[in-house]
């Protein structure tokens, strides 16, 4: 993002504090706390993490009170920290099979296995304004466990991929590491150079503005892509990390992280050397983010048209990596757009001479 700006310093100095009044609002109202932020808009906290690259709730909600709120502005400020931090190494793999459950739904079971999960859900709820919210002292009763004692926080248990018994049946496309199983690319190291692999484009997409996704993801299911997705499985819990430290040389467990996992299935009707199946879409996000996971998916399946031979529609522009990949990163996009109106004067006072100049030829030129 473009952020550097000379001259002026004395209105500099003056909208800065502007800013920071601002930002405080009304003194008699009091001040808003990062925690309160942190605990009570943990979805917007969430998603500033997401696509921030930086799993620290407590800086996400620091960001956002500095930036008023302002989820892209605050994703810049998390990213611009991140890359103040030192490398101190690579985590394992993540194993997804041990993910602690708080929420586990599915599209395709009557009965699903394991049992649907609700969890915490605006999805069975009336989409009403509530205005007991303005009573500052309502509050929610805690949820309790069975025998009266508080639930824990974590969720139900570690239950097996719901889509595991029809990938074993072979009517889902199995999961395969890639030929070699080649470690990942890191993009905020190596900069992305198009085609990518789909471990690069699916982090390029974890980290992607949500409604840039959600639009692209919405346009596949409107006719601009060869797609009829069923959801197949969503999850939301915490999973550890592991770390294998030089002086041991085992994995250690360092912590867990909250994630939202979305496997999304399409039919594929088959080709010389496959058979007919279901094929899958993936998304993976920091937090609690169903609706990002649920896009990601959707567009990451458009993307892998190729892997099986489907050929591109005429205007499915989420069929077109490089479009996708190249404007889904709000950091980006935000500092294009919003440099403009930061000093111009030079370049404008070039054109418009030079527009003056043809106006002239054409009064010149006979009718």
Same mark, same amino acid.
């Given at each position: 993002?473009?952020? *550097?700006?000379?001259? =002026? !310093?004395?209105?500099?100095?003056? &909208?800065?504090?502007? #800013? /920071? @009044?601002?930002?405080?609002?009304? $003194? ?122 508080? *639930?824990?926080?974590? =969720? !139900?248990?570690?239950?097996?991929? &719901?889509?595991?018994? #029809? /990938? @074993?049946?072979?009517?889902?496309? $199995? ?138 529609? /005429? ?53």
């Amino acid at each position: 993002m473009y952020v *550097a700006v000379k001259g =002026g !310093a004395a209105a500099i100095a003056a &909208a800065e504090r502007l #800013l /920071a @009044a601002a930002r405080r609002g009304d $003194p008699a109202v009091r001040e808003i706390e990062v925690r309160q932020i942190r605990e009570q808009l943990g979805l917007l906290v969430d998603r500033v993490m997401a696509e921030g690259s930086l799993h620290d709730p407590e800086l996400a909600a620091l960001a956002l009170k500095q930036a008023r709120g302002d989820a892209v502005e605050a994703v810049f400020l998390l990213r611009a920290y991140r890359t103040t931090l030192p490398r101190l190494g690579s985590s394992e793999p993540l194993a997804m099979t041990r993910m602690a459950t708080r929420r586990r739904v599915s599209a395709i079971f009557k009965d699903l296995p394991g049992g649907q999960l609700l969890g915490p859900t605006v999805d069975y709820t009336q989409r009403l304004i509530d205005f007991g919210l303005l009573d500052v002292g309502s509050h929610v009763e805690p949820v309790a466990a069975p025998s009266g004692e508080l *639930a824990e926080p974590v =969720g !139900a248990g570690r239950e097996p991929c &719901a889509l595991d018994p #029809l /990938a @074993a049946e072979g009517v889902i496309e $199995p999961v395969q590491p890639s030929p070699g199983d080649p470690l990942p690319p890191d993009i905020t190291r190596e900069p992305p150079i198009h085609p990518l692999g789909r471990p690069a484009r699916l982090q390029m997409l974890a980290r992607a503005d949500e409604g840039w996704l959600l639009g692209m993801a919405y346009s596949t299911q409107r006719g601009y892509a060869n797609s009829h997705p069923f959801a197949g499985e969503i999850r939301v819990g915490r999973v550890p990390v592991e770390l294998v430290p030089d002086e041991l040389g085992f994995p250690i467990e360092i912590g867990a992280v909250e994630l939202t996992e979305c496997q999304m299935l399409n039919q594929f009707a088959g080709s010389a050397s496959a058979p007919p199946q279901f094929t899958r879409g993936y998304g993976l996000v920091l937090g609690h983010g169903e609706r990002k996971a649920m896009a990601m998916s959707l567009v990451d399946r458009a993307l892998r048209g190729a892997e099986f031979g489907e050929l591109p529609q /005429a205007g499915a522009a989420a069929q077109d990596a490089e479009f996708v990949l190249a404007h889904g990163d709000n950091v980006e996009a935000s500092g294009f757009v919003q440099h403009l109106k930061l000093p111009h004067h030079v370049t404008f006072e070039s054109e418009l001479q030079l527009v003056r100049a043809l106006r002239e030829e054409f009064r010149d030129e006979p009718a």
